[in-house]
């Protein structure tokens, strides 16, 4: 065979001259392994190119062909092949199998990296975005002073830094006025607010919102171990991706993205995140609208981009407070207040049933004679009329009771024109959202007003009923109250026959004042106004910017009403308000959560209500509100 010959040929004895016993058995064993080894290769190549059927020339040619190829594939058989050339070539398979998976691996390593600088390019585009968002906020802001650094501080800092902002202040107004700003900072806020607002360490919008939670603790009151639990634990990127955190002196505040499906499935997750860690216990969480937004569409939070011509919306932010921060409790001189006006109203209430009665020739003869015995004549007026308001009130509990809000005392304003205008009740806990701060508003005029159409109306019947011979203890009013009010009119109108009605006074069933003056009090209490009811249900429906803007429309309309249409009954009403219920409703737990359709058809409902019930008829433009 070639393979013996050639290893054979390639043989010589060593030139050494002299070489050991030793050396030379293990030199000449292994060439008789290399030579019996390449006997059996130089076999097993000929058995395989007997049996493929080629002959040494194919075998070459094909050998030669897959050689130029580069496939790294070798046909056996060739008798002429020889041990290194077959060594070579299996390298070169070897060799052809590294590159293949070198270049696989090169692939994978090219897609990593392309992976990898997408990734890096979504960073750099969200800290541009984000970069831009605050210079817009900024360029925006009202205010000159810059918004303080939104980062999380250790306790033991912000004591520092609010006892060296408080000191610059007090230096710098003890040397001279402050310096000018585009807005300055409200009187009525508390002093340690106005401190952190001047010294920058939060913009004035989010103080002034979060002043009207309630009391709260210098630093926020909340530990830093509970914060770290509350961003590791609660706030999980899931729910809410935290990027930003301040603390005040009333909480802290948390700047992120919303990552849950809706506001209201992140709140629950809140909820439970906050029951599982036990800081339910030490810690009230609110998701709020952003205040700092100087562009709003409605009460969708939108702020415009640098080129004016889109518009993105801001996300809500998380507003941790300590549990103890909540509405404040009723002292002793709340009781006695609630007690002294209560006891007014009953007096006022008496006084409006008996004026009622004024117009009443039989009655005024007998109060003339001194009989005053005929005064309790004048009680089913005044009894009805309380009922209603006891109704109202029935209706605020009940629903509060359902919707887990506390009430506290109720402070009823009393009035020398209708005997009360209603009762001022205040919140002692904080809905769990806007539908629940509807619900409860809402369910008190509801009431007062169902309960005020079923007496006028049956009052307006029973009047009918009488005839021209009325009983002595009808009362005696004006026939132009009916044109006072569209709603009342309309319904005097559809009961009462012409003949009745065209008569200067008209001898009616208590019933009808009755229906009437509750009608009237619904009505005032549904203006959409601060806290009242009218108020705090446009606020549920359609957030706090859209119930600012309707208080201001609406204490205008009622200022010019009163001005221009003779009525003091609403001049002293929106004097009451101005001063007592002025003020927004203190916020809910998850601020952001719109109501139903429903509610929001409701509300346009009740307030269309409002509207005929006060406006007068066209004819009757001089009095909204009758003559009593």
Same mark, same amino acid.
């Given at each position: 065979?070639?393979?013996?010959?050639?290893?054979?040929?390639?043989?010589?004895?060593?030139?050494?001259?002299?070489?050991?016993?030793?050396?030379?058995?293990?030199?000449?064993?292994?060439?008789?392994?290399?030579?019996?080894?390449?006997?059996?290769?130089?076999?097993?190549?000929?058995?395989?190119?007997?049996?493929?059927?080629?002959?040494?020339?194919?075998?070459?040619?094909?050998?030669?062909?897959?050689?130029?190829?580069?496939?790294?594939?070798?046909?056996?058989?060739?008798?002429?092949?020889?041990?290194?050339?077959? #060594? *070579?070539?299996? $390298?070169?398979? @070897? !060799? =052809?199998? &590294? /590159? +293949? #998976? *070198?270049?696989? $691996?090169?692939? @994978? !390593? =090219?897609? &990593? /990296? +392309? #992976?990898?600088?997408?990734?890096?390019? @979504?960073?750099?585009? &969200?800290?541009? #975005?984000?970069?831009?968002?605050?210079?817009?906020?900024?360029?925006?802001?009202?205010?000159?002073?810059?918004?303080?650094?939104?980062?999380?501080?250790?306790?033991?800092?912000?004591?520092?830094?609010?006892?060296?902002?408080?000191?610059?202040?007090?230096?710098?107004?003890?040397?001279g006025p402050p310096a000018e700003r585009n807005n300055t900072t409200p009187n009525n806020m508390d002093p340690a607010l106005r401190r952190a607002v001047e010294s920058g360490?939060?913009?004035?919008?989010?103080?002034?919102?979060?002043?009207?939670?309630?009391?709260?603790?210098?630093?926020?009151?909340?530990?830093?171990?509970?914060?770290?639990?509350?961003?590791?634990?609660?706030?999980?990127?899931?729910?809410?991706?935290?990027?930003?955190?301040?603390?005040?002196?009333?909480?802290?505040?948390?700047?992120?993205?919303?990552?849950?499906?809706?506001?209201?499935?992140?709140?629950?997750?809140?909820?439970?995140?906050?029951?599982?860690?036990?800081?339910?216990?030490?810690?009230?969480?609110?998701?709020?609208?952003?205040?700092?937004?100087?562009?709003?569409?409605?009460?969708?939070?939108?702020?415009?981009?640098?080129?004016?011509?889109?518009?993105?919306?801001?996300?809500?932010?998380?507003?941790?407070?300590?549990?103890?921060?909540?509405?404040?409790?009723?002292?002793?001189?709340?009781?006695?207040?609630?007690?002294?006006?209560?006891?007014?109203?009953?007096?006022?209430?008496?006084?409006?049933?008996?004026?009622?009665?004024?117009?009443?020739?039989?009655?005024?003869?007998?109060?003339?004679?001194?009989?005053?015995?005929?005064?309790?004549?004048?009680?089913?007026?005044?009894?009805?009329?309380?009922?209603?308001?006891?109704?109202?009130?029935?209706?605020?509990?009940?629903?509060?009771?359902?919707?887990?809000?506390?009430?506290?005392?109720?402070?009823?304003?009393?009035?020398?024109?209708?005997?009360?205008?209603?009762?001022?009740?205040?919140?002692?806990?904080?809905?769990?959202?806007?539908?629940?701060?509807?619900?409860?508003?809402?369910?008190?005029?509801?009431?007062?007003?169902?309960?005020?159409?079923?007496?006028?109306?049956?009052?307006?019947?029973?009047?009918?009923?009488?005839?021209?011979?009325?009983?002595?203890?009808?009362?005696?009013?004006?026939?132009?109250?009916?044109?006072?009010?569209?709603?009342?009119?309309?319904?005097?109108?559809?009961?009462?026959?012409?003949?009745?009605?065209?008569?200067?006074?008209?001898?009616?069933?208590?019933?009808?004042?009755?229906?009437?003056?509750?009608?009237?009090?619904?009505?005032?209490?549904?203006?959409?106004?601060?806290?009242?009811?009218?108020?705090?249900?446009?606020?549920?429906?359609?957030?706090?910017?859209?119930?600012?803007?309707?208080?201001?429309?609406?204490?205008?309309?009622?200022?010019?009403?009163?001005?221009?249409?003779?009525?003091?009954?609403?001049?002293?009403?929106?004097?009451?308000?101005?001063?007592?219920?002025?003020?927004?409703?203190?916020?809910?737990?998850?601020?952001?959560?719109?109501?139903?359709?429903?509610?929001?058809?409701?509300?346009?409902?009740?307030?269309?209500?409002?509207?005929?019930?006060?406006?007068?008829?066209?004819?009757?433009?001089?009095?909204?509100?009758?003559?009593?």
């Amino acid at each position: 065979m070639f393979c013996i010959t050639n290893t054979l040929a390639c043989w010589r004895p060593c030139a050494k001259p002299k070489r050991s016993a030793h050396v030379s058995a293990l030199w000449r064993k292994s060439l008789r392994r290399r030579w019996t080894t390449a006997r059996l290769r130089g076999r097993a190549l000929q058995l395989r190119a007997e049996t493929n059927g080629q002959d040494n020339g194919a075998a070459e040619t094909d050998d030669a062909q897959g050689r130029s190829e580069g496939a790294g594939k070798y046909e056996p058989g060739a008798s002429s092949a020889a041990d290194p050339e077959l #060594e *070579r070539l299996r $390298l070169a398979v @070897e !060799r =052809a199998k &590294l /590159e +293949a #998976e *070198r270049a696989k $691996l090169q692939a @994978e !390593r =090219a897609r &990593l /990296e +392309a #992976e990898k600088a997408r990734i890096e390019s @979504e960073k750099r585009r &969200l800290a541009k #975005e984000k970069e831009r968002e605050q210079a817009q906020l900024l360029a925006k802001s009202q205010s000159a002073a810059p918004v303080g650094a939104l980062v999380t501080e250790e306790s033991a800092d912000t004591s520092k830094r609010n006892q060296s902002a408080d000191s610059a202040v007090d230096a710098k107004n003890s040397n001279g006025p402050p310096a000018e700003r585009n807005n300055t900072t409200p009187n009525n806020m508390d002093p340690a607010l106005r401190r952190a607002v001047e010294s920058g360490s939060i913009d004035e919008k989010s103080m002034m919102l979060l002043s009207q939670i309630g009391p709260f603790a210098l630093g926020g009151g909340i530990s830093d171990e509970d914060l770290k639990t509350l961003q590791q634990r609660v706030l999980t990127f899931d729910t809410y991706m935290m990027n930003q955190m301040t603390r005040t002196p009333i909480g802290v505040v948390i700047r992120g993205r919303l990552r849950a499906q809706s506001p209201a499935e992140a709140y629950e997750r809140f909820e439970k995140a906050l029951s599982e860690t036990g800081l339910d216990a030490r810690i009230r969480l609110f998701l709020m609208e952003d205040p700092r937004s100087p562009f709003l569409v409605e009460d969708d939070m939108a702020v415009e981009n640098a080129n004016g011509a889109e518009k993105t919306r801001l996300p809500p932010i998380v507003v941790a407070m300590p549990i103890t921060s909540e509405p404040p409790k009723a002292g002793l001189w709340q009781y006695l207040l609630a007690g002294v006006l209560g006891a007014t109203a009953l007096f006022t209430t008496f006084g409006y049933g008996v004026g009622v009665f004024g117009l009443s020739p039989d009655f005024v003869q007998q109060i003339t004679r001194g009989n005053v015995d005929v005064v309790t004549e004048t009680l089913p007026v005044s009894i009805g009329a309380i009922g209603i308001l006891v109704v109202h009130e029935l209706g605020h509990r009940i629903m509060g009771a359902l919707r887990n809000v506390k009430q506290g005392l109720s402070y009823v304003i009393p009035s020398l024109q209708i005997g009360y205008y209603g009762c001022v009740t205040p919140l002692r806990s904080f809905p769990r959202n806007r539908s629940a701060l509807f619900d409860v508003a809402v369910a008190g005029p509801v009431a007062g007003l169902a309960a005020s159409m079923l007496a006028l109306i049956a009052g307006l019947i029973l009047t009918a009923q009488q005839g021209s011979t009325p009983l002595d203890w009808f009362p005696q009013i004006p026939s132009g109250l009916f044109d006072a009010s569209l709603l009342i009119g309309a319904l005097g109108k559809a009961v009462l026959p012409q003949s009745v009605l065209s008569q200067p006074t008209i001898a009616v069933h208590p019933l009808c004042v009755v229906g009437y003056t509750g009608l009237l009090s619904q009505a005032l209490q549904l203006l959409p106004v601060g806290r009242t009811d009218g108020g705090r249900m446009m606020q549920a429906a359609f957030g706090r910017r859209t119930a600012g803007r309707a208080s201001g429309v609406a204490l205008l309309l009622q200022g010019l009403s009163s001005i221009l249409g003779n009525s003091p009954l609403l001049l002293f009403y929106g004097l009451i308000v101005i001063f007592l219920q002025r003020e927004q409703e203190i916020p809910c737990l998850d601020e952001v959560s719109e109501p139903n359709n429903s509610r929001t058809a409701m509300t346009f409902f009740l307030l269309l209500v409002t509207v005929l019930i006060l406006l007068p008829f066209p004819s009757q433009f001089g009095d909204i509100t009758g003559q009593f």
